[in-house]
């Protein structure tokens, strides 16, 4: 099965944010995304609104409705009763839980399932009251016992943290070593019936080697590199390369 490509917007948005000015547009170029081939969208609004706003979650999710049937929203973030909120007025058909403090630049840690399995059994349950999908991040070399709790709090799946692999672009030996521990992960979720989303620092290069050791895995979600390579290559042209890479 190949891996669905979502394209997180939240590097657009920091762009856009910089200046007062409507552009570049998010929602236009999550339809240039959408229209080249992406699976859906991804967006992690923050409490401080520094990238994405609050104000662009309805407009992508009317993007979606009414022009792209059938592709997906996905919402990330740590689980306020803001963030809840906001999930539940836009109705993500997946959000995806992350450990971030309010004043992280980026996510960089799974959950601590072990400290924080109660918590989000809680939360797991009320998204999934709403009919939305759970994935909860997850570091790359969990222990067993920490998947078993991932598993045991209902949520749908695990999204495993790629940028130790990610940051391993010009350390190949490190690289095998990073792909060894999600293999396993990936293939213990699995085990336990959890879908496997990847997502953080992976492009193009890296890409074909994570597919081919996670066999089933079944979304990345992707932003900075994307947004790199559109860059140079265009929105359309990075989504088409980007797809390619995965299978």
């Given at each position: 099965m190949l891996a669905k490509l979502s394209v997180n917007v939240n590097a657009i948005a920091l762009l856009r944010n910089r200046r007062d000015l409507p552009w570049p547009s998010v929602t236009a170029l999550?339809?240039?995304?959408?229209?080249?081939?992406?699976?859906?969208?991804?967006v992690h609004p923050r409490p401080d609104q520094r990238h994405i706003r609050f104000s662009d979650l309805p407009e992508l999710r009317a993007l979606i409705d009414d022009e792209f049937a059938g592709r997906e929203f996905n919402i990330e973030?740590?689980?306020?009763?803001?963030?809840?909120?906001?999930?539940?007025?836009?109705?993500?058909?997946?959000?995806?839980l992350v450990p971030d403090d309010r004043d992280q630049p980026t996510s960089d840690h799974g959950w601590d399932f072990i400290g924080k399995g109660n918590f989000l059994r809680s939360v797991v349950q009320r998204l999934k009251d709403n009919g939305t999908r759970v994935s909860l991040?997850?570091?790359?070399?969990?222990?067993?016992?920490e998947i078993d709790i991932a598993s045991e709090t209902g949520a749908?799946?695990?999204?495993?943290?790629?940028?130790?692999?990610?940051?391993?672009y010009d350390d190949e030996a490190a690289a095998s070593a990073c792909l060894a521990d999600l293999e396993q992960t990936a293939?213990?979720?699995?085990?336990?019936?959890?879908?496997?989303?990847?997502?953080?620092?992976?492009?193009?290069?890296?890409?074909?080697?994570?597919?081919?050791?996670?066999?089933?895995?079944?979304?990345?979600?992707?932003?900075?590199?994307?947004?790199?390579?559109?860059?140079?290559?265009g929105m359309a042209k990075a989504v088409e390369r980007f797809i390619e890479a995965l299978g």
């Amino acid at each position: 099965m190949l891996a669905k490509l979502s394209v997180n917007v939240n590097a657009i948005a920091l762009l856009r944010n910089r200046r007062d000015l409507p552009w570049p547009s998010v929602t236009a170029l999550g339809r240039v995304a959408l229209q080249s081939g992406a699976a859906g969208l991804t967006v992690h609004p923050r409490p401080d609104q520094r990238h994405i706003r609050f104000s662009d979650l309805p407009e992508l999710r009317a993007l979606i409705d009414d022009e792209f049937a059938g592709r997906e929203f996905n919402i990330e973030g740590y689980p306020t009763e803001e963030f809840l909120a906001l999930a539940e007025a836009n109705e993500p058909e997946q959000v995806t839980l992350v450990p971030d403090d309010r004043d992280q630049p980026t996510s960089d840690h799974g959950w601590d399932f072990i400290g924080k399995g109660n918590f989000l059994r809680s939360v797991v349950q009320r998204l999934k009251d709403n009919g939305t999908r759970v994935s909860l991040f997850c570091d790359p070399d969990a222990s067993k016992e920490e998947i078993d709790i991932a598993s045991e709090t209902g949520a749908d799946r695990i999204e495993l943290y790629t940028g130790p692999y990610g940051g391993c672009y010009d350390d190949e030996a490190a690289a095998s070593a990073c792909l060894a521990d999600l293999e396993q992960t990936a293939g213990y979720a699995k085990s336990l019936g959890l879908g496997v989303n990847a997502g953080h620092d992976l492009t193009v290069s890296n890409l074909p080697a994570l597919a081919a050791v996670v066999p089933n895995l079944m979304e990345v979600s992707i932003g900075h590199g994307l947004t790199a390579e559109a860059l140079e290559h265009g929105m359309a042209k990075a989504v088409e390369r980007f797809i390619e890479a995965l299978g």
